[in-house]
């Protein structure tokens, strides 16, 4: 029987149709990524106390970006060990300036208000220097953020490092930068929880 007949020609038709959708939207979802080495978007999005943030706020310092959404598992699991917090802590002692980002949209999973999002900040016992609230997703689409956890790290002179992965990349890629070095690796695939845009 031959594979190619007029009995299968939908389902081929079909299937085609659904990998080029497939495919363009992985394009697309991948054309707004910040990619190492690249100038960081700039971003204004309001605090849990309502101020606005921006990045230049923060020229010629380190920041990271920590995507977060408290309840992802992956989320939860870096969390409820203290592993964040040690991280967030350990950075922002030595001057790096640590954003954590919410960006689920209203109505899905994560989405908080600043009271809340301040209450989960203090219950937790974690260490950023702001939350910021991106209920539009703007910030994420922006960096191209797709889980959560997913973090990236902008370098004093303002480019692009990502550093999302489940093994502690962030406190080698510090500890790259603060010797002068590029982290290495300069990029990872994120894994967690997909953000709620």
């Known amino acids: 029987m031959?594979?190619?007949?007029?009995?299968?020609?939908?389902?081929?038709?079909?299937?085609?149709?659904?990998?080029?959708?497939?495919?363009?939207?992985?394009?697309?979802?991948?054309?707004?990524?910040?990619p190492p080495g690249d100038a960081a978007p700039a971003f204004r999005e309001a605090n849990t106390a309502g101020k606005e943030i921006s990045l230049a706020d923060f020229k010629g310092k380190t920041v990271i970006l920590e995507w977060t959404n408290d309840g992802c598992p992956f989320v939860q699991k870096h969390y409820n060990s203290q592993n964040m917090q040690k991280t967030q802590a350990a950075a922002t002692k030595d001057g790096v300036i640590w954003l954590s980002v919410i960006s689920s949209k209203p109505g899905a999973q994560g989405h908080v208000d600043g009271a809340r999002a301040g209450k989960l900040t203090a219950d937790r016992g974690a260490k950023p220097t702001h939350v910021l609230l991106d209920p539009d997703g703007s910030m994420g689409r922006a960096y191209g953020a797709k889980t959560t956890p997913h973090?990236?790290?902008?370098?004093?002179?303002?480019?692009?490092?990502?550093?999302?992965?489940?093994?502690?990349y962030v406190t080698a890629a510090?500890?790259?930068?603060?010797?002068?070095?590029?982290?290495?690796?300069?990029?990872?695939?994120?894994?967690?929880?997909?953000v709620k845009y």
């Not at 190619?4 to 990524?33: E, Y």
């Not at 973090?151 to 502690?168: L, Q, R, S, W």
Request: hydrophobic residues 50%; proline residues 8%; neutral net charge.
């Open 174 to 194: 510090l500890v790259s930068l603060k010797s002068g070095k590029a982290p290495d690796p300069a990029l990872t695939v994120p894994y967690g929880c997909d």
């Open 2 to 34: 031959a594979f190619f007949n007029r009995d299968r020609l939908p389902v081929m038709l079909g299937a085609a149709a659904a990998a080029a959708i497939t495919a363009g939207a992985l394009i697309v979802s991948t054309a707004n990524a910040a």
């Open 151 to 168: 973090i990236y790290i902008i370098t004093p002179d303002g480019k692009v490092e990502d550093v999302p992965k489940a093994t502690n």
